[in-house]
Each structure stands twice: as C-alpha cells, then as structure tokens.
C-alpha cells in the first residue's frame, strides 16, 4: 500500500500544468472559471490546441493518433485540466464515437472519421434517447429501413446535447423489430445536413438551450454510414458506455467547484462575519469536503485496477452516484452562498461581452445557473437510479 | 382543536382554486414575466374582483379578516399553479406596514389597495442580506420634510407598483433595530429610478436608486421609534404567507409527479411501479405533510408574544427551506430528463419552489435564528 504518485507520475503531473499555463487560453479560462457561456469557436481552438499537442483523444491509443495514457495519466491529465479551468473536451465525437470505431468500424470508416475528429472538421453528438426511450434504450423506435444502398431514417431523438453546433450524430436506429428488442438496433452515423433533419432547441430550467430534439423524416443515408453489423448496433451501444464512464467521478470538476464555492463564501458576508467564517455554513463546506477527499482515493482505487487493465466494471457505477451527490451538493452550497441574489434571473450576464453591472455580485447569476443545470449529473449517462441497480445487480448479486 | 377551514375560507379556497386553475396557465404566467409590469393584469384584475385582497386585512381597516389561516388559504392556491401576483408585496408587507403604523391617508390607501392598487415595501439593501435591521438608506430631515438617499435592493414586483414605503434610517449604526423610519414614496418621484429584471422564480423585481429624495412628514409611517417592530410583524405574516405558498408548489409538484409515475413507461411497466421510485415518493408525500404543519404552527402564532412568534417564524422557514430542496430535487430526478425543461409545468413550480429559500432567509440562517431565539428558553434549564 503506498497512497503516492510515483515520481514519473509526479513529472507527468508538472508537464501537464505548465502546459495549461502556458497554452491554456486566458479569455477562455476565465469564462469557464466564472460560468460564462463558451462559444462553439472557444471548444474548437481548445480542442485545436490539445490537438497539436497530442493531447485532445485522451483515451484513444497511440495508434490512431492518442496520446496513450493509461488510466492514471488520464486522470492527473482531467485532474488539472478542470483545476486549471479549461472546458471539458466535448465527448462525443472524441470519447465516445472514436473507440466505437476503433474497435467496430470498418479500416474505410477508421482512415475516413478519425482524423476528422481529431481535426474537429465534425462536430458529433449523441442520438441516443428517445421520448419513449431514455433509461430504457433499448426501446428505442426511430426506424431504419434499407432501399437500394441507403438506409430511409424516420423517428425522432431528444436531449441531443449540443446538436445546435452538430453536423454529424450518431444513432440508435431500429432495423428490426424481430427477437428481442436490443436484437434489433443498429448504430449509424447521420449527416445533419441531410434533407429531412431538423434540430429544435429545448429550453432547460437553467434557461439555457444546451440540448434539443431531432427529427427524421425520410432521411436517406448510405449504408457505408452503418458501423457494426446490421441488429448489432447493442454491442457498440454497450461497448460506447464503458467508454462514457471514464472521469465519471467528475473528481476534477468537483474540486473546483469546492475551490470556486470557498472563494465565494470568503467573498460573501452575513453581518459582520464573512460566510466562510460562520460555523454553520463552514461545516457544510467541511463535510462536502471530507466525503470529497474519500472519494479522491475511491477513484484512484478504481483508476489504479484499469491502469493495471482491469476494465472499470460496475464499480464506475459507484463512482458516478457519489461524485454526482458530491457535485450537487456543492452546487447547492453555492447557490445558497449566494443568498437573495439567487432569485434574479440574468441570464445575459452569462455572455462574457455583457457590459452592465449585473444585480448583486457577478458570481450570482452562474452559481445558480449551475446548481439548475447540474440536475442533469443524476439524470444522463445512466441515472443515479440506474446505476444502483447495476451495483445491486452486478456487484451484490441480489 | 380543530383544524378546519371557516365555511368562509373553504368558499374563497374554492373559488380561487377554480378561477387559478382555469387562468393562471403557464402561457399567462411566462407572459406575466416577460411584460414590463412583471405581472398579469388579468389575474390580478380577477383576484381583486374575489375580494383576496380584502381577505388579507382586519375587519377593522375593512378587510375580510387577515388572520394566518386567511393568509394560508389564499397563497396556497397561489403556489398549487405557480401564481406571482403580488398580494404578498402589495397586502401583506406595504398594506400591513400602513394598516400597523398608519398615516396621513391610512384607510383612504388601503381601501386602494383592496381595490386592486399595487404598492411594494423597498427595504432590503445590496449589503443586508436577510437582516431586518440593517438599514443603510438615509433619511435627512430638511424643513418640514425628509431627503431620502440610498438603495434598496430585489423589491419584488416594484416594476408593477406606483408607490413603495422605503424604509431609512434616522439616527443610529446600520444594523440598529431603532432608528428606521419608513416613508411612502411616489415611485416617479424626481430622485428615484428603477432598474427592473425578470426573477427565477417568475414575476420582476427591481433595484431602487434614491437620490435625495424630498417626502414630507406627512408621508412619513407612524412617528416614533416602532417601524423594526412593525417590520417584523409584517415579515414574520410575509413568511406565513411564503411557507403557505411553498406548500401549494409542493402539492402542485406532487401531482404532477405522482401522474408522471403513474403514466411513464420504460421497460413495459410505468416507472411507479419501481419500488426504487414509490418509497421515494413516499417520503416526499411525509415531509410535504411536515411542511404543511409548520405552516400552520405559524399561521397560529402570528399574534403571539413577539420571542414566540418569532421562535414559529424561524422553525416554519427552516423545514420548508429543507423540505422545499428535497421536493425540487426529488421531483426532478423522478421525471428524468422532462424534469429539466421549462417546457413542462414542473419547471416553473420548481424554480419558484426553490426560490422560496432565498427571500426572507433561507433554511441555515433561520436555524442559528431558531437556536438563538430558544437560548431564552433554555435558561430555565440552567
Ligand atoms: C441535460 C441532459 C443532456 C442529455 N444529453 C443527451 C445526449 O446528448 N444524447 C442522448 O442520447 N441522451 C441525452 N440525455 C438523455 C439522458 O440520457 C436521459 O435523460 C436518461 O437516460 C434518462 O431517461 P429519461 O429522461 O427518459 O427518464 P426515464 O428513463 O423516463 O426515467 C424517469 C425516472 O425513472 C427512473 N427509472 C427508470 N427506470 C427505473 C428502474 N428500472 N428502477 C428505478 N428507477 C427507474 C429514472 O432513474 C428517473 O428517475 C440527456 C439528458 C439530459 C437531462
């Protein structure tokens, strides 16, 4: 037992911050650090910029142009990213649909779609969900009917996260409604440009518009667009989510969070005493905190098995609910930090060019926006509810 | 005992449950909030019409009656369907404070506001954060009148009143509880400026700007030291009034996630069916029942002797403040990913629920309140 980084470890950790100090861009950071809205060109030079270092496909191989971490280096990498106020790399084409492809496309799908990712010429998102199909997905109806060489696509997807910036998506279509139902779907990759392809924002409590519907309606796509074999679009679905969950503990992103929630309560006074002072208020942030340290080793217990090539099985599941229940409550903290200032909704002053002073402390309007927007955590990529079952299921066998 | 409606509170309950169900849609209510008002003419032209604004005051100043279970009656309907008039603002803080201390006009302006007249109460200030006391708003005494300087901060539904009684300060330190004058002040009066924005939880509020401000004695509230007391009376009936409402938005809350359950399907059977989900629901369904309680343990304290009273006032804010975020957060999760949209009613119920917290101090700051104001108490134990 040894709680240490190796000292190459360590060297890897100072390689990484001097590079997000010296080429993380300031105008960015500084909108990520104060909950300011990110424009699509802000994601593609970051991208860009990690691109040239090697460093965008964190969890892609060597061989297909990643930089070939394992587990570890991957985690100290998103650790200090997230300190470091950098976005987050946006998934889906990156962490989701390239090791799909790695791993399932044929080599002309391989040489055409993973250098386009790497070199953000597509924006990907994520078909998946459906009305009728959220933690069920394997319900999902939106139909694929192949005429000639083409798939005919109708049905429709929802929650597409960011699919306003998309030109690409990929899908779970059904192909045949025999067997079971997971026996019937497919994964195909979508031209959004295609006729018969609308996207319709849907607005979030936040009152942001982050995700959307999209429709199909006779949608033609050439059946080299599918990836896997026709009904096996399952395996990659299955395969895709294991991918999904690495970082699922969000242990970066929650620890600035707790950064910017003390900075916050240092800044904002009850009376005569500074919050962060208050009795009360500083054992909450204390014991958000203690449960933070723990689960700091729970992840790198589970990091440290899938760096040895152990696959993160269903303990990911665990990961996910405490750093979900985690993140919310620093959110909370932070929204209540903030006190009556909560209650003003401003979201102009989420644009960065938004030159009025806003209502109470410039802090206000994004920790309450977060706090709101973060009900997601629980919600998307299996929600908490989802994911006790598989712990019930897969590791206590009930 | 007895914990029964008068046969005059069940018909206005009744009678504004139909007239809120029929026309506070959520159409009407965004459109409340995007209108420079902040506020809906039409609802608000209908509660008048029902008299709710006379239910809010005593029958000595030509009200219904005003008591807490009037006051519980009426914002309760108002949060079952997510409402924003403001009745709170207008009958409960500015009218209360004119009917306690009174001036020149006292019955003329509340006959008005019963009438459908909006006024709101500009206390609150940029640095006050839940403090009552804290005044920094200065109140100059010239001739025969007042210069009023400051800035008040959040004064809910301002965009849609033609007068505020602003509180000042005329002598002491900025959190002295003596020394606050309150004054009724023409909001086009020269010197005042607003600067109005939407809230989360529905409706406008607006940051007050007074710049030497003249108001005669005649505008001035009462005249000697009392304003902090009437303050806190009228505040501790705001919270009654606040909490009443919190548990309308639950119960509105609850039945939309109750049919939710009852009508989702994932995995061929309706999401209620997972145990996972009923034994939440379960849970939530004790603690809205625990919030309607503190509600009325407040509701019927709200004449007590003020350490009392105010004991009920700090009890009642801090469980609807706890079962408030467990309800939102709870409701949410449930729905899924329709849970977050501001294009299904839960999201507005949510957001306003939620707000609830923030005004007027939120579940922490009313406990260390609870715990200080039961130091007395404990005394006798010593
Ligand atoms: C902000 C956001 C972004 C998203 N982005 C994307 C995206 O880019 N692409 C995409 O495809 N999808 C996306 N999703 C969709 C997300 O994956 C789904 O919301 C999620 O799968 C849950 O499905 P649902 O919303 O239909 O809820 P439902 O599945 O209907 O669940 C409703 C409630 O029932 C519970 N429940 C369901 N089944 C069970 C059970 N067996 N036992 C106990 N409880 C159960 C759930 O946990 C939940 O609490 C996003 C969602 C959100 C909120």
Redesign the pocket.
């Known amino acids: 037992m040894d709680i240490n980084y190796s000292a190459g470890q360590m060297a890897f950790r100072d390689e990484v911050k001097s590079f997000l100090a010296e080429n993380l861009p300031e105008p960015i950071s500084r909108k990520v650090a104060t909950g300011k809205r990110l424009t699509k060109q802000d994601h593609e030079q970051w991208h860009a910029i990690l691109f040239r270092r090697g460093w965008l496909a964190v969890n892609w191989p060597r061989d297909f142009g990643g930089p070939g971490w394992n587990a570890i280096e991957r985690n100290i990498f998103e650790e200090e990213a997230a300190l470091a106020h950098a976005p987050r790399i946006i998934p889906f084409g990156l962490a989701m649909l390239g090791p799909v492809l790695q791993r399932f496309g044929t080599p002309q799908q391989k040489d055409h779609w993973l250098p386009r990712i790497l070199r953000g010429d597509d924006w990907w998102?994520?078909?998946?969900?459906e009305p009728g199909a959220?933690?069920?997905l394997a319900s999902v109806t939106t139909s694929a009917v192949r005429v000639g060489d083409h798939y005919v696509v109708s049905g429709q997807?929802t929650?597409?996260?960011l699919a306003q910036h998309a030109n690409m998506i990929f899908c779970l279509v059904r192909t045949s409604r025999e067997g079971k139902p997971q026996q019937g779907i497919s994964f195909l990759l979508i031209d959004m440009k295609s006729p018969g392809v609308t996207v319709r924002p849907i607005v979030?409590i936040d009152g942001e518009a982050?995700?959307n519907e999209v429709f199909f309606d006779n949608v033609r796509i050439p059946v080299e667009n599918l990836v896997g074999e026709e009904n096996g679009g399952w395996t990659c679905a299955k395969y895709l989510l294991t991918h999904e969950r690495t970082n699922i503990a969000g242990l970066g992103l929650a620890r600035a969070a707790l950064q910017n929630l003390k900075r916050i309560a240092y800044a904002e006074t009850s009376g005569e005493t500074r919050l962060i002072d208050n009795p009360l208020f500083a054992s909450r942030i204390a014991s958000v905190e203690i449960d933070l340290m723990a689960m700091a080793t729970t992840n790198l217990r589970v990091v440290a098995q899938a760096a040895a090539g152990q696959a993160p099985g269903p303990e990911s599941s665990m990961l996910k609910i405490k750093g979900t229940v985690i993140r919310q409550e620093i959110d909370k903290l932070t929204r209540q930090a903030v006190g009556p200032y909560a209650a003003p909704f401003l979201p102009e002053f989420l644009e960065e060019s938004e030159q009025a002073d806003p209502i109470g402390p410039p802090h206000a309007m994004p920790a309450v926006q977060k706090y709101f927007n973060n009900r997601?955590l629980s919600?998307?990529?299996g929600?908490s509810?989802?994911q006790r079952?598989i712990i019930a299921k897969a590791i206590l066998e009930l | 005992m007895n914990f029964d409606l008068t046969e005059e509170q069940t018909i206005l309950q009744g009678g504004l449950r139909r007239f809120l169900r029929e026309q506070a849609t959520p159409d009407t209510l965004s459109g409340a909030t995007a209108g420079d008002a902040g506020h809906s003419h039409t609802l608000w032209q209908g509660l008048v019409e029902m008299g709710v604004p006379m239910a809010l005051f005593p029958e000595s100043a030509g009200g219904l009656g005003g008591s807490g279970f009037d006051i519980s009656v009426v914002f309760e309907e108002l949060g079952r369907v997510g409402a924003f008039e403001p009745l709170l603002e207008s009958g409960i803080l500015a009218g209360g404070l004119i009917t306690e201390l009174g001036t020149a006009n006292r019955q003329e302006v509340i006959d008005q506001i019963i009438a459908g007249r909006i006024l709101v109460l500009a206390h609150a200030e940029p640095d006050s954060r839940y403090d009552l006391a804290h005044v920094q708003t200065t109140a100059d005494r010239v001739d025969e009148g007042w210069l009023l300087t400051g800035r008040k901060s959040l004064v809910v539904a301002a965009p849609a009143a033609d007068m505020a009684v602003v509180s000042a300060r005329v002598s002491g330190a900025i959190s002295d509880r003596s020394g606050i004058a309150l004054f009724m002040v023409p909001l086009n009066n020269p010197g005042v400026e607003l600067r109005s924005y939407r809230l989360q939880g529905g409706g406008r509020a607006a940051e007050i700007a007074l710049e030497a401000v003249r108001v005669s004695d005649n505008e001035r509230l009462g005249g000697g030291n009392e304003a902090f007391a009437a303050l806190e009376r009228v505040h501790a009936r705001a919270c009654a009034a606040q909490c009443a409402e919190a548990v309308g938005l639950m119960n509105g809350i609850r039945e939309l996630t109750v049919d939710y359950l009852r009508g989702?399907r994932?995995?061929g059977k309706p999401?209620g069916s997972?145990q996972?989900?009923q034994h939440r629901m379960a849970d939530m369904l004790i603690e809205i029942e625990q919030a309607r309680s503190a509600t009325i343990n407040l509701c019927g304290h709200l004449d007590a002797p003020s350490a009392e009273r105010e004991r009920q006032v700090s009890a009642a804010k801090n469980l609807i403040g706890r079962v408030a975020r467990q309800v939102v957060e709870e409701s949410i999760?449930?729905?899924?990913?329709?849970g977050?949209t501001m294009e299904y009613a839960l999201g507005h119920l949510a957001k306003r629920l939620t707000m609830v917290d923030c005004r007027f101090g939120d579940a922490d700051w009313h406990l260390e309140r609870f715990v200080r104001l039961s130091a007395v108490a404990a005394e006798e134990f010593a």
């Open positions: 998102c994520q078909g998946y969900s959220g933690s069920d997807k929650w597409t996260t979030l982050e995700v997601k919600i998307y990529g929600s509810e989802i079952q | 989702r994932q995995f999401i997972f996972a989900l999760q449930m729905h899924g990913g329709i977050m």
